[in-house]
């Protein structure tokens, strides 16, 4: 009898989790990615992914979407004391 109740994770150099598989396959592979500050810049659910962009102040400057093949972009722009001014 073959064992399906694993799941498998991985971790980058620094300890936080990246990859997320499960063995009998009813959920999908999570894969995510971090920059230099810790800032989520990808995430990958099956074909779900979303994609995101910094400021020098660590603010969410630009998500992207993709579900698979459309894409949903937000752009954020901030005044001088990082307060979200618009979001498109």
Do not use: C, H, P
């Not at 074909?47 to 698979?68: A, C, H, P, Q, R």
């Not at 894409?71 to 004391?81: E, G």
């Amino acid at each position: 009898m073959k064992n399906t109740n694993w799941v498998g994770i991985a971790y980058d150099f620094i300890g936080d989790v990246n990859f997320i598989a499960y063995a009998d396959t009813s959920m999908q592979t999570t894969t995510s990615q971090l920059d230099r500050q810790g800032n989520l810049q990808k995430l990958s659910v099956g074909n779900i992914i979303w994609d995101y962009s910094y400021n020098s102040k660590n603010l969410t400057e630009n998500e992207t979407l993709k579900v698979g093949a459309k894409t949903y972009a937000i752009s954020n722009a901030y005044d001088r004391l990082g307060n979200l001014k618009t979001m498109q």
